[in-house]
């Protein structure tokens, strides 16, 4: 409980920034200010300012809303293939599981990281691109898990009195096997958009997610590369971010995860 509550705690924070940022940083984060280049951290500036005079702290707080656009979407496509795969080859069985079996096989010969980049750097750089790249490399460990809740609850009493009122298979599937199923890939999900973060603030960093001027914590992080010994906190305070949001996510992820263990 104190996990979840801790999670719940610090993403309610982060959301607030994505929601309104206009109202919680100090500065506009494009805005060049050429008498404050390279400012160390200060009442005027908390967390400093880079190169160009730009404030640290309004460019980390807008950066919340791609970074959380990036934890949702980059959950949700592999959510979506492999829950959908999953959910058909788990009741199904036979053919479609071996069929999905040999796929997965060949998806985890590839690491994810090398495959996600090399479907980025072919596709061309950019968020959307991403998306598509981490639904393609990404949802094998979705289709295991609900392969494996459905292969449990299909073979439940009210399954298979569905079966025996002659129900069809959408409706067997979308009112019996999935509501009971899916709650498990949920808390999982919840815990995968940590590492969305840092899959999305990787590729921002090396230029094949979101792309400058637009404020995102790995661009942040990647701007402040060249003055680490000059001015370490235009790197510093966006990199906090990105461990402070996958904190959050993990452990709303370990208190739901738990919850649902209780109510089992």
């Not at 008498?35 to 640290?56: C, K, M, N, V």
């Not at 067997?172 to 919840?190: E, K, T």
């Not at 701007?223 to 990105?242: E, R």
Request: charged residues 10%.
């Amino acid at each position: 409980m104190r996990a979840l509550l801790a999670g719940a705690a610090v993403l309610a924070l982060l959301l607030a920034c994505a929601a309104v940022p206009g109202l919680i940083a100090p500065y506009d984060p494009l805005a060049f200010d050429f008498t404050a280049l390279l400012a160390p951290p200060s009442w005027e500036h908390p967390f400093g300012t880079d190169q160009f005079g730009r404030d640290i702290l309004s460019r980390t707080i807008w950066a919340a809303r791609v970074d959380l656009q990036i934890a949702v979407f980059a959950v949700a496509g592999p959510l979506l293939v492999g829950g959908l795969l999953g959910l058909l080859a788990g009741y199904l069985g036979g053919w479609a599981d071996a069929l999905l079996g040999r796929a997965m096989d060949l998806v985890v010969t590839f690491p994810f990281l090398v495959l996600v980049i090399a479907i980025v750097a072919v596709l061309g750089p950019g968020l959307g691109n991403m998306y598509v790249a981490v639904a393609i490399a990404g949802w094998v460990p979705y289709a295991r898990l609900m392969r494996g809740e459905v292969s449990v609850v299909s073979a439940s009493d009210h399954v298979a009195a569905a079966r025996g009122l002659g129900y069809g298979l959408p409706r067997i599937l979308g009112r019996h096997v999935l509501p009971n199923a899916v709650r498990p890939i949920l808390a999982y999900a919840v815990s995968d958009m940590a590492l969305a973060i840092l899959l999305g603030s990787s590729l921002g960093y090396l230029g094949l997610g979101a792309q400058p001027p637009e404020a995102e914590w790995g661009v942040l992080v990647a701007d402040g590369k060249n003055f680490l010994t000059q001015a370490p906190w235009i790197a510093l305070f966006p990199g906090a971010a990105v461990v402070l949001c996958g904190l959050g996510f993990s452990l709303l992820g370990d208190g739901l995860a738990d919850r649902l263990e209780v109510r089992r």
